[in-house]
Structure formats: structure tokens, C-alpha cells
């Protein structure tokens, strides 16, 4: 099969030849016909993620496709269903961490000893076939594009388990920080939910795009959002926790801000203010990750039902290390998706 494959560290993608994986007990195989580049897959080419195990490397923990095979004792999976699989497949089942018995989450990845994680721990879906944990997959509603469906096992993911995470309530604002693959959603999500929704962002040529997303205003930082009435919710979707600090004076009292981004550099930090200090307002600074398969498929029904679309840059497997690059450079409005 082809697969794009990360030779080395900082080296560039190429596809190559591989053998087709199969499936064991459990498990399927996945013809993968779209597969969104996250920009996890970046940070782990560049070396900042731990660089994937196995020879060959293949990351991609957005694919989707049909099932082409199943493993001894799936019973609930046939051939040719249409499925995506996400970031976490499962846990060890005997560390620490899964001895509490939680649900498999994407907590789970970053607490577990040892867990199966699709594009870090066990290959990832950037090929034309991937073996996923039969647990571990989500139906694809059949009016739901593969290339659209794609971007939802991760950056929709993301989105909206940061908004329930939040628990906005009728009449609030929610302000959603950081208008990429995962932002762009966010907004839609709150409009789909019928609350007032703000977009902070830095990148002017965004506004006007944003706008069409749904926002009902376009700010450029914290001190606009502040000046604009703030937010009873910010939801933090970009990769700066800087910019999250910038915008915690915005937050209103009894406020929520659901960091849901991924700063490998800075700190979010609590500024000091005698005037209004944090201690005195009730806020709650909250984290988020992918929170069960249950919030995953409300996003893909919500996706399929046109209330939310995912805004895509499609490329060929040929392409794939153009598309790393736009994704690299934060050229790519909004998602990037290499089809197989």
C-alpha cells in the first residue's frame, strides 16, 4: 500500500510502498480515503512530539474511510461500513492510570503508560489502510463527505468536547480564541447552539471569513474582546497560552476559559490585579481534550446536518508534503486533507 512516511526527524514526507498491514483480534482495517493533517503531525516531525514508533513512520490520526477487513470477534463492524478513527484507541489496561477505570479519552493518551495511540504508538492513517481498534471507530453519516469528515475526528473533536467542557448556558457569550482548523469549528459549533459568539484573532484576513463562519463580531485580542463586553466563556483553541493570559481580563464573572490548544513553549499565567482579582470573580480556568466517542459522533451528526462545515484544503497522497508545509507555515484555511 502507499503510505506517507516521515523518514526522519525534520526530513521531508514522502509516500512510499509498504506492506498492508491486517487486523488482529478486535480490530479492523480501514481503507482510508481522506485523512486530515493536524498540527500535532507537525509538531512531531519537527521532534517536539515524540516521534512516532515503527518503521515505517506514518502519523495521521484524522482518517476515514470504509472497512476492508475484520479481525476475530467484531461483530458489530461489516465490510464496506464507513468509519473514522480517532487520536486514543485504547489504554494498557494495567498502569496507574487505567486501574481507575475511566473511559478511554484523549486524558487517557497523556496518563497512561503504554496506550495505543493511532499516528504515535501504532501507525497512523496518512496510507491507504490503517488498523484501528473496532472500539475505537465512529460511524460516518452517509451525507457527510469523506475529505469533511475527516477534519472531525480531531480538530471537530476538540471543538466541541471544549464547548460542552465549558457548559455554556442560554443568553451567554462565548468567545473562542484562535481561528484555525480547530477554532473555525468551535464558532460554528456555538452558533449551531444558538449562543452570541465572538472570534479573537490576530489575522486580519481571517475576519471577514470567520464572519461567514457564523461570529457575530471579530476582535483582535484580549483588550478589544474586554472592550467589546468580554465573554461568560473563551475557549482557548489556538497555540498560544500567551494570548490566552491576554484574554483572561475579558472574561466575565463567574466566567469559564477551556484551554483546549497546545503551547509546547509558553505558560498560561493568572496576572495580578488588586482591582479585579481572579480569587474574587468565580472563574474557572478548565482543560480540555477529546472527551468520549459519544461527543465525536454528536459532532458528526451536527456536521452532517450542515450546521457545521468543516472548511477544507484537499491534496493527493502525492501532495503530502506540500500540504505538511502549508500546515507548517499556517497557510491552510482551515484543515488540510490528503485523500488516498
Not at 476515514?64 to 487520536?87: C, M, Q, S, Y
Not at 461570529?215 to 498560544?240: M, P, Q
Request: hydrophobic content about 45%; glycine content about 12%; overall charge negative.
Amino acid at each position: 500500500m502507499r503510505a506517507a512516511v516521515i523518514p526522519g526527524v525534520g526530513q521531508e514526507w514522502e509516500v512510499r510502498e509498504v506492506p498492508t498491514p491486517r487486523p488482529g483480534p478486535g480490530q479492523v482495517l480501514i481503507r482510508v480515503r481522506a485523512s486530515g493533517v493536524c498540527h500535532n503531525d507537525v509538531l512531531t516531525w519537527r521532534g517536539v512530539l515524540p516521534f512516532p514508533m515503527g518503521d515505517p513512520a506514518v502519523t495521521g490520526h484524522e482518517p476515514v474511510g470504509e472497512v476492508a477487513d475484520v479481525g476475530p470477534g467484531v461483530r458489530d463492524l461489516k465490510v464496506g461500513d464507513r468509519v473514522g478513527t480517532t487520536w486514543v484507541q485504547a489504554g494498557c489496561g494495567t498502569c496507574d492510570y487505567c486501574a481507575l477505570g475511566l473511559p478511554v479519552t484523549g486524558q487517557t493518551g497523556l496518563n497512561c503508560a503504554a496506550p495505543v495511540m493511532t499516528g504515535f504508538t501504532v501507525p497512523g492513517g496518512h496510507a491507504e489502510y490503517v488498523v484501528a481498534a473496532a472500539e475505537a471507530t465512529v460511524p460516518i453519516p452517509d451525507t457527510l463527505p469523506d475529505e469533511l469528515a475527516a477534519p472531525m475526528m480531531c480538530a471537530g473533536y476538540t471543538a466541541w468536547s471544549a464547548l460542552i467542557a465549558a457548559a455554556p448556558q442560554e443568553g451567554e457569550r462565548v468567545a473562542v480564541l484562535g481561528i484555525g482548523g480547530v477554532g473555525h469549528l468551535a464558532v460554528q459549533f456555538a452558533k449551531a447552539c444558538g449562543l452570541e459568539t465572538v472570534a479573537v484573532t490576530r489575522s486580519a484576513h481571517k475576519h471577514d471569513l470567520v464572519r461567514e463562519l457564523g461570529a457575530d463580531a471579530v476582535v483582535g485580542s484580549g483588550a478589544e474582546l474586554l472592550a467589546a463586553g468580554g465573554a461568560d466563556v473563551v475557549l482557548v483553541t489556538g497555540s498560544s497560552y500567551t494570548a490566552a493570559t491576554d484574554c483572561l481580563p475579558a472574561l466575565r464573572p463567574n466566567g469559564r476559559m477551556v484551554l483546549a490548544g497546545i503551547d509546547t513553549a509558553g505558560s498560561f499565567t493568572i496576572p495580578p490585579s488588586l482591582a479585579r482579582p481572579f480569587f474574587a470573580q468565580r472563574q474557572q480556568v478548565i482543560g480540555a481534550t477529546h472527551n468520549g466517542l459519544d461527543l465525536l459522533r454528536t459532532a458528526l451528526d451536527l456536521a452532517a446536518s450542515g450546521q457545521v462545515r468543516p472548511r477544507v484544503q484537499t491534496f493527493a497522497a502525492s501532495e503530502v508534503a506540500t500540504a505538511v508545509d502549508r500546515v507548517a507555515r499556517g497557510e491552510a484555511l482551515f484543515r488540510a486533507v490528503v485523500t488516498f
